[in-house]
């Protein structure tokens, strides 16, 4: 950790739904442009926690601080700013379909009314290079694109506003592998061009070794394990192990039933 | 006991709906008075609602006008009073069933699309990706849709209140052979602007419901294609049941003095 505050720092994050508890005190420092990766089986609540920081839900107890700020209960414009510095990348890309592409890359700014009409095509041209897409799909809708391409654009449109944040919900779920190696090496190359801090969930070893500078296992509500992605292998922890070697037996339970 | 239990659930579950609902009603009207706003969006739903949705009303008042020319001949003329034809067309028409049809209507083709689009931005995730592009779906999505519904539905209830009028007159003149001044007097001599002013203010609010009923349930649709599949009939129904009530709540504050 480097000796200034964390940018995003997460201090005992509960948050259930009706009876059930999905997260039981979430500790969690992201550094200034450093890129964490939390990894856990699916429903552990990975998406809950990126939920919670970006106040599309709100926890149950704990602080969550942005720059030192605690931003849990923000609401209306105040909500607004801190999210004017975080972009994010959707798993299903959740473009808005009624939308062509360079307007979906641009609607952040063009809804801060930061850039004109005009200017925003050739702001996505420029962050769809970025993404190495050409310009001969600015026109298109969304429809008309492959997942991997709509990755991208969802990824430009994270990227659009040069934000300080950024969230990868799932990068590289529902792709081939050649693709997802593809999105991998665009974010690494992305969060280093930008010098953005980044928060990646995901399920895929391969990708949060090759995206993380450090890796949390989420498991039960807690993170149980942090560290440098080269630790990974040799950590000890039966957790861990039993996860990234994906084995049915072991201290993790998963709910079959449910 | 637990039929008792689950009379308490229904009605808990009943006053939580009914809650959540006011806070999302309340929430949009501010959001439709507070900048910033959405001319492009909100020009393209009153094109949608406006302009589209001509085809479809006009055709049922044109057939509504005529089947009441029709039906009121055939009761009138028990008493020689085919001369009334024209009233009952115009009045009924203007009160009644031009806001109420159109209303209807508007609620199967607006509402409808209005939820599933909604419902979809909502499983798709849409939505979240709104908010984190620092825009108020709220004021983004479901104003712009509110403006278009309470601006537009008049502005479609009087050009069917025309329509419905002219079917009269088709019946009343070409099929049943009276006079067509006779028909066109009758009806100018028997309408009063409250009529008409009533029957525009019914739309206002119907426009209102279609479109709060649309964005509702389509904003609160859960699961994929089901949910919005259920989101969808959801907004239908409730619009056009309440449509109706408060078609006779209306009724009830211009008429019953």
Known sequence: MNARSPKISLQGVKKAFGEKVVLNGVDLDVGVGESVVIIGGSGTGKSVTIKCIQGLLTPDQGRIEIDGENVVGLGGTERERVNKQIGMLFQAAALFDSL??????????LAEKRINRRDARDLAVEKLALVGLGSNLIDLSPADLSGGMQKRVGLARAIAADPDIIFFDEPTTGLDPITADVINNLIVAINQKIGATALTITHDMQSAKKIGDRIALLYDGKIIWAG???????SNNPYLDQFIHGRTDGPIKMALRA | MNFLQTIGRVFLAFLATAGRLTIFTASGITHCVRPPFY?????????????????????????????LALQSYTGFSRFSAEGAIANVVVLSITRELGPVLAGLMVAGRIGAAMAAEIGTMRVTEQID???????????????????????????????????????????????LGFNASNYLQNTWNFLEADDVISGLVKASVFGFIVTLMGCYHGYNSKGGAQGVGMATTNAVVSASILILCFDYILTEMFFAK
């Open chain 2, 129 to 175: 990706a709104l908010t984190t592009l620092s825009t108020n779906p709220m004021k983004y999505l479901v104003a712009p849709r509110l403006i278009a519904g309470l601006t537009m539905m008049p502005v479609l209830v009087f050009i069917a209140d025309i329509i419905g009028v002219f079917g009269g007159y088709l019946v009343t003149v070409y099929k």
């Open chain 1, 228 to 234: 440098p992605p080269d630790q990974v292998d040799n």
């Open chain 1, 100 to 109: 062509a592409v360079w307007e979906n890359v641009a609607f952040g700014l």
């Open chain 2, 39 to 67: 001319p492009r969006i909100i020009l393209k739903q009153m094109i949608e609602i406006g302009y589209y949705s001509l085809p479809v009303v006009g055709l049922t008042a044109v057939f509504a006008g005529m089947v």
